[in-house]
């Protein structure tokens, strides 16, 4: 992207406006008797295949509100914690995926190797976030979960609190892979098998206060652009802003388009191995998270300002994976013949942990 005639602050913002993210409702989807799922379903897979994201609606009988609300809480009393106490809990090893990740440690990345990712944190530098990984309570036995319960009462609280979301969501990636499997004319329960050991992640993103100028230049940013490994992620977020997505229409020029933060809503999109799984039918967009313009108020007007700390973002996310073991090549009815294939078979773990090791560090 061009850098343009204006402050360093408004380049690392740049934006072409607010990306057009169409709205569907999980409650049809909820009841796959019902007359309006079919029709859902079909709208759902629409949304996937021309934007890759869209912001979900009538959640609420699955997900309340005072669930996300409760989570975002223990997220903020978690990161204030001192240093040390995060440190306790630290992910052990980037495959384990479990865990507290200090600031620097991650770097999103369209790169595929480590080497390369190393490339582009010397031009660019650290994501400037910190982050808690959360792995499913039932998968991978053997890898377990490094937990503050045995810091405090507010470590055990945590606990339960993040295990209760992780099952809410883990149970709404069905839902939604049903609803793109009637979509696609599969069977809705064909995707199931696939998806019943939970092998997902839920992560808790701290974007630290930023002190003024600290993203001159236009090269740093909250997380870099990339895409997402697996088939779903859903994304609640603060009333900050800053992710944005690139253009659908952009043919991979670099135009970006803001998603602003709706109330009552999740941002839900797909990732690299669903677009891989589907042949490339439904669609993985790339993209990161900008600081906002950034404007101090007064009793007369709102004016931007680079003389003042940009605030601290929290947002969470989850990521949905098929299970590590299941085999993801092109689904029935997405190719002609053998040649149409554009994937050749992958292992999900082996796709997900290369992934994974390449963009976390020491």
Known sequence: ???????????????EGTAPLPLISLEPLLDPTSPQAHQASHALLSAFRTSGFLYLTNYSSLIPRSDI???????????????????SVALPS???NRGYQRPGREKVSLAATAADVARERQQTGDDMKE????????????????????????GVAFRTTMQDFFLKCQELHLVLMRGIAVGMGLDIHFFDPMLDVGDNNLRLLHYPSVPAGGFEGGKRMRAGAHSDYGTL???FQDKRGGLQVEKADDGGGGGWMDVEPRPDTIVVNAGDL????SNDLIRSTKHRVVEPPHTTSTTTSTTSTTSKAHPPRYSVAYF??????????ALPGTFEEEGGKRYEGINSRDYLFGRLNATVGA
Request: aromatic share 12%.
């Open 1 to 15: 992207m061009a850098p343009s005639a204006t402050s360093p602050q408004t380049m690392t913002a740049k934006s």
């Open 69 to 87: 609300d409760k989570v975002f809480h223990a997220s903020a009393h978690f990161f204030a914690r001192p240093q040390p106490q995060k440190d």
């Open 94 to 96: 980037p495959t384990s």
């Open 131 to 154: 982050t808690y990984e959360i792995g499913s309570p039932a998968a991978r036995p053997g890898n377990p979960q490094p937990w503050p319960d045995a810091l405090d009462e507010a």
């Open 233 to 235: 992620t859903f994304l």
């Open 274 to 277: 669903m677009a891989r799984w």
């Open 320 to 329: 949905c994976n098929p299970n590590y073991e299941a085999w993801i090549e």
